[in-house]
């Protein structure tokens, strides 16, 4: 078969047709994995790994391939744990893979336990890593500026986890009742507050605003909200306040949670 | 990353030939990109920098397995087209013509076939089969002739053979 006459229209036609016949091999999770690798070098060399990613980075990030959402820098059980939560969705499924110890759940000045208390078996319940503390201890380990949503339906939080031992590494606080509370978790809402800003804390993979992650005003401020979905069963609201980097957790609209986070003082 | 991984794993794909060296490569791309992120010039497009960093991977896989180039193009001989001919005459026809391309490409220079690669198969902008050749923009329609002039002379080399 002779073709020296081919015109170059001709050849990129067959060409592109050749193109559409490779069957490419399914493409696999990269960006999980790549993300598990960069998880584990923050977890290794921690103080390396924040020089290297200064929060200017973040804004030439954001030019390209812009934000995301995930992993608190919290303690190497909570990541793993906050990871899932945001990654498969496990929040409300009840895969949490680093649970506090018994030992320390049942200790006596803990408060009372909102997951136990709704007769949640354990297997159900998300669970939360670090040491569960007492909402004293708590107000004491944030130097006495432990921020609290100021809703009457929420009450005060049923249990609260610190992923450390110093104030930098943050707390988890776990609310048992007030709003919706999905599939049979028993849990409500759960607040996470880490000093510093929201880039370090919460944003580590990336994903495009506008999408995934929009962005919101709460009280003035910036803030960013990302929507269930099926994956990832509940509602993400992040902002900064009074220098924390919060982050919400609750199966209720939008407007509500943004109403939630501006009772936050 | 997400929105990017199925174009990069492609990408690295076709320079492997092999699916877990393009996975490989394609991971180590991204977190060498994440880590260059500072040195990532604002302003500019982010795709053809990053696939510039997963071409290089994947060469440098390749490169490690002594592969030989041009096993990327195996997987379209097993492929049907969407459009199949009619008649099993016009099928016979169809898969004797890939076949002749397919072995026209394989016969040329591996920057042709990635020049080939990138702009018809993978249906890149000639921004980023740029970063993937490492030349200049303006240079890739020019490299492009080229190929193409180059694979019009394998296939007549093919036709006088048989």
């Known amino acids: 078969m002779r073709r020296r006459e081919m015109p170059d229209r001709e050849l990129e036609r067959e060409l592109r047709e050749l193109g559409s016949l490779i069957d490419y091999p399914p493409t696999p999770n990269v960006a999980r994995a790549t993300r598990d690798v960069l998880d584990e070098a923050a977890h290794e060399q921690p103080r390396r790994f924040r020089r290297a990613f200064p929060t200017m980075r973040w804004a030439a990030a954001a030019a390209a391939f812009v934000l995301v959402v995930a992993v608190p820098t919290l303690s190497p059980g909570l990541r793993a744990t906050v990871s899932d939560w945001f990654v498969a969705g496990t929040l409300y499924q009840g895969t949490g893979v680093d649970a506090g110890s018994p030992e320390r759940q049942s200790e006596a000045d803990a408060p009372a336990a909102g997951v136990s208390k709704s007769g949640t078996s354990p297997a159900q319940a998300p669970q939360f890593s670090g040491e569960r503390i007492s909402l004293r201890e708590a107000r004491a380990r944030m130097d006495g500026a432990l921020l609290l949503p100021r809703k009457p339906e929420l009450g005060k939080p049923d249990e609260v986890y610190a992923p450390g031992t110093s104030r930098k590494e943050g707390l988890?606080?776990?609310?048992?009742?007030?709003?919706?509370?999905?599939?049979?978790?028993?849990?409500?809402?759960?607040?996470?507050?880490?000093?510093?800003?929201?880039?370090?804390?919460?944003?580590?993979?990336?994903?495009?605003?506008?999408?995934?992650?929009?962005?919101?005003?709460?009280?003035?401020?910036?803030?960013?909200?990302?929507?269930?979905?099926?994956?990832?069963?509940?509602?993400?609201?992040?902002?900064?306040?009074?220098?924390?980097?919060?982050?919400?957790?609750?199966?209720?609209?939008?407007?509500?949670?943004?109403?939630?986070?501006?009772?936050?003082? | 990353m997400r929105g990017y991984q199925e174009v990069a794993f492609r990408t690295a794909y076709l320079i492997t030939g092999d699916a877990s060296e393009a996975e490989e490569a394609t991971q180590e791309a991204f977190v060498k990109a994440y880590r260059a992120l500072g040195r990532f010039r604002s302003g500019a497009r982010f795709r053809p920098w990053l696939l510039a960093i997963v071409a290089n991977e994947a060469r440098n896989q390749r490169r490690a397995a002594a592969r030989r180039a041009g096993l990327f193009l195996r997987a379209a001989r097993e492929g049907t087209p969407e459009n199949s001919p009619s008649s099993p005459e016009a099928a016979v026809l169809a898969a004797e013509r890939r076949e002749e391309l397919l072995e026209a490409l394989d016969g040329l220079r591996e920057q042709a076939r990635w020049a080939i690669g990138c702009r018809y198969f993978l249906g890149l902008s000639e921004e980023e089969t740029a970063a993937i050749l490492g030349c200049a923009r303006g240079t890739v329609k020019s490299r492009l002739s080229r190929a193409l002039k180059s694979l019009r002379a394998e296939i007549a080399k093919e036709g006088d053979a048989r």
């Open chain 1, 172 to 265: 988890v606080l776990v609310y048992g009742g007030g709003l919706p509370s999905p599939g049979d978790t028993g849990i409500s809402l759960v607040l996470t507050e880490v000093p510093g800003d929201l880039e370090p804390a919460y944003l580590r993979e990336k994903t495009t605003v506008g999408s995934e992650l929009q962005r919101v005003s709460v009280d003035g401020g910036p803030g960013y909200w990302r929507s269930a979905g099926n994956r990832r069963p509940v509602h993400v609201l992040l902002w900064k306040q009074g220098g924390v980097a919060l982050r919400l957790e609750a199966d209720v609209q939008r407007e509500q949670a943004i109403r939630i986070a501006e009772s936050v003082r």
